[in-house]
């Protein structure tokens, strides 16, 4: 078989590396005869409204985030340095994808299709928010198109951040004429299986775990060695109690208000000033391996609670207060009630709401070993993969 994955991989953006880079390597391992490609396709317009560094903001973001780049600027003079890196680190990292050969930089489905139609015998959709066609804009190209020949799958598909209660008509009636045309409809999250139970797909959809859960992170591309050395020269104490961190610096203020010098913080991802160390320039596999030198993370971020968990490490969830979230099931409560782990998930607003309650499911993250059971746990949602290895097969 010739298997073409479509999602999103040249995200500047961690999760999106790794769920890209989980499931190639699961597909590849599950049919080893197999040619097992991620189809590099991309959209200049996602490239230039959402391309996460603050260099990229301050040129073509909105007034807003210019005045964010000149604020984090004051507070980190490096950033723009920073930035440089980060992004570098990246396009290392695409070098362990197995990527197709022809790369198709398009807003359409013009280039796609052919493309698709020639090169490959089944095409799956996914992972990660793929269906959210705010920014992309629609006829979304990742929701495929009736004229792809070869057999169309998704996998842990997302509508997450769209308010698919209100797309017109139209638009609903053409994505359910393109989905019933798939031979398999799998869904990351309760609401994406709303989304297609609401436009009336005759397939019915499938749960299917984001691909992280069922990733190896003891087999990473990463030189322990080198990440060692760096973690050193930022001055991290694997010896002392360590908190990650994956939030903005109201979340660190928060928990500086909480133990004061009591345990090393560690920011990821973002710079903050309020954290003893700073890891936002680490390549995303090193980013998916250093978790297990905290002892809780605390995040706001989906991927981050599914590789803290995945090394082990319990996490305390922060609420997003967006307007999606105020009408939907946020996918990291989705995830932590899928677990059992409903009392990980807060709301605060990072001063006095849940402050002492928070505080205390902290300590008790920190003292109780829950190694085993965060293990166990990740290891029976990764089974939700089964059911599209099967689909395949067939």
């Avoid at 340095?81 to 398009?106: G, M, N, V």
């Avoid at 490959?120 to 009736?146: E, H, Q, T």
């Avoid at 205390?360 to 990740?378: F, G, H, P």
Wanted: proline content about 4%.
């Amino acid at each position: 078989m010739r298997i073409g994955i479509l999602t999103f991989h040249r995200s500047i953006n961690n999760g999106a590396v790794m769920q890209c880079y989980s499931l190639s390597k699961r597909l590849k391992q599950e049919f080893p005869d197999s040619v097992v490609e991620v189809v590099d396709y991309h959209m200049p317009l996602i490239e230039e409204n959402v391309y996460d560094t603050s260099f990229h903001h301050y040129f073509r973001g909105s007034l807003k985030h210019k005045l964010g780049f000149l604020i984090n600027l004051r507070k980190n003079v490096r950033l723009i340095s920073q930035d440089r890196k980060r992004k570098a680190s990246f396009e290392k990292a695409l070098t362990e994808l197995p990527l197709s050969k022809q790369k198709i930089y398009s807003n359409n489905l013009t280039d796609l299709v052919p493309y698709l139609n020639s090169s490959y015998d089944i095409v799956v959709a996914g992972s990660d928010a793929i269906w959210n066609y705010s920014v992309r804009g629609f006829p979304n190209p990742y929701f495929l198109a009736k004229e792809v020949k070869p057999k169309k799958l998704s996998y842990a598909a997302s509508c997450y951040g769209m308010n698919y209660e209100s797309i017109p008509e139209w638009q609903k009636k053409e994505i359910k004429e393109v989905l019933d045309t798939y031979s398999f409809l799998g869904t990351r999250d309760s609401e994406s299986e709303k989304f297609l139970k609401s436009i009336g797909c005759v397939i019915p959809p499938v749960h299917t775990c984001d691909p992280t859960a069922f990733l190896n992170v003891n087999d990473l591309p990463v030189d322990v060695n080198l990440l060692n050395k760096k973690l050193i020269e930022r001055g991290f104490d694997k010896a002392r109690k360590t908190i990650g961190i994956m939030g903005n610096e109201s979340m660190c203020r928060m928990i500086r208000r909480m133990f004061g010098d009591q345990f090393q913080l560690v920011s990821l991802y973002n710079y903050n000033s309020l954290c003893d160390i700073n890891l936002n320039d680490l390549s995303p596999f090193e980013w998916a391996y250093v978790f297990r030198f905290f002892n809780v993370t605390v995040t706001t971020f989906f991927h981050g609670t599914m590789l803290s968990l995945r090394n082990g490490v319990p996490v305390l969830c922060i609420a997003l207060e967006t307007d999606y979230a105020k009408r939907h099931i946020t996918k990291v409560a989705d995830v932590l009630h899928r677990l059992d782990l409903d009392n990980l998930y807060w709301t605060t607003d990072f001063d006095r709401l849940n402050f002492n309650e928070i505080r205390q499911e902290i300590l008790n993250l920190i003292q109780t070993d829950m190694y085993e059971v965060l293990i166990d746990k990740m290891n029976k949602e990764a089974l939700s993969v089964n059911s599209f290895l099967a689909a395949i097969k067939n």
